[in-house]
């Protein structure tokens, strides 16, 4: 079904602020999400949201982060506030066909990846 494409990675202090986006054409009628694999720890949940525009977001950035989709130009976001240190990570963008409602939790059930993109937190 073709790519998802991250981009607006990179360096920040913490506190600040990042915004990441995805083009995902193809992939509107799927739910989509946004995960996180730091060095030597497994990847990930971040946020997802279904074809309703029902998000959900992990504990960790709960208050922090808002994930968002401009249907218009099929593009999901990933808004990044407050950022620390430990939210270093590469943050891939997916898409799941398991449910287009109830987005689930596993990355093994999220079936089509974007290549990913670098967040650098420094203290």
């Known amino acids: 079904q073709g790519q998802l494409v991250e981009s607006g990675g990179g360096s920040v202090q913490a506190g600040g602020s990042l915004r990441l986006s995805c083009a995902a054409s193809?992939?509107?009628?799927?739910?989509l999400g946004w995960f996180r694999q730091a060095p030597g720890k497994e990847r990930e949940g971040v946020a997802a949201?279904?074809?309703?525009?029902?998000?959900t977001y992990s504990d960790s950035v709960k208050g922090r982060f808002t994930i968002s989709k401009d249907n218009a130009k099929k593009i999901l976001y990933l808004q990044m506030n407050s950022l620390k240190p430990e939210d270093t990570a590469i943050f891939y963008c997916a898409a799941s066909s398991w449910s287009a409602f109830n987005c689930p939790a596993a990355p093994s059930d999220w079936n089509y990846w974007g290549q990913g993109t670098q967040v650098t937190v420094s203290a």
């Open positions: 193809r992939y509107t009628d799927k739910c």
């Open positions: 949201i279904n074809t309703a525009g029902t998000e």
